[in-house]
């Protein structure tokens, strides 16, 4: 079946310093991709996505790459900023999951100043 | 603006006492969901409902249920059948159909409690 697997948490940087957080993925066909941001005591809110293979998604200076051959949407920042200390989410969405989305567990983020 | 109006923000359940968790959309999106956040976990999906007046089981159905009688609305309903039921619940909703390439669009939660 449909999974996404993302990187453990939590993750601690230093603000300005460069993000990496993993995320693969398992599905038939052409999946839709995303990445979720939740900051604490809210929903969830779209990030960015991407929606076929090598489409980059990019938003507030983040960016994934829809990479089908290793199947991975890894989600990059060039420098990060306190502000952007959340969890993050990676999803997909495909025509066998009907209209379901598969999230991954999450991975916490926290940016020390 | 269009969203996802989820209400209470707070609840509090007596033992033995159902609950009913209020989703409201003016997005026109056909399908609806909820979710369950346990602290630092990642989602579980509960109910579905693709279209009005039809509803499907998620992967934690169990002691929850739900209805949709209205396309803007899909409350649900917490009942006693649910042994712990202490969380934090989303509900979301999409364009459906084969429209695949729709992300999901969330309300800002309700936080249950037990008392």
């Known amino acids: 079946g449909n999974s996404v697997t993302q990187m453990e948490g939590p993750v601690t940087l230093s603000e300005e310093a460069f993000l990496t957080i993993n995320c693969t993925y398992t599905?038939?066909?052409?999946?839709?991709l995303f990445w979720y941001v939740q900051y604490p005591g809210e929903g969830l809110q779209l990030l960015l996505k991407a929606t076929k293979a090598d489409d980059k998604g990019s938003n507030k200076g983040f960016e994934a790459t829809y990479r089908k051959e290793t199947t991975s949407f890894h989600l990059e920042k060039g420098s990060v900023q306190v502000s952007d200390s959340a969890v993050y989410f990676c999803a997909l969405r495909s025509h066998s999951s009907a209209s379901k989305i598969i999230f991954g567990s999450g991975t916490r983020l926290s940016i020390r100043p | 603006d269009g969203g996802i109006t989820q209400s209470p923000k707070y609840l509090f359940r007596k033992e033995g006492q159902n609950v009913t968790l209020s989703c409201e959309q003016n997005?026109?999106?056909?399908?609806m969901y909820w979710y369950r956040q346990d602290p630092g976990q990642g989602l579980r999906l509960i109910y579905y409902?693709?279209?009005?007046?039809?509803?499907q089981k998620g992967d934690i159905a169990e002691g929850y249920s739900v209805s949709r009688e209205k396309k803007e609305s899909f409350p649900l309903t917490v009942t006693s059948a649910q042994k712990n039921p202490t969380a934090f619940y989303l509900c979301?909703?999409?364009?459906?159909?084969?429209?695949?390439?729709?992300?999901?669009?969330f309300g800002d939660g309700t936080r249950l409690s037990i008392l």
């Open positions: 409902s693709q279209i009005v007046n039809d509803f």
């Open positions: 997005l026109n999106h056909d399908a």
């Open positions: 599905a038939t066909g052409y999946p839709s």
């Open positions: 979301a909703s999409s364009i459906g159909g084969e429209r695949n390439n729709q992300p999901q669009h």
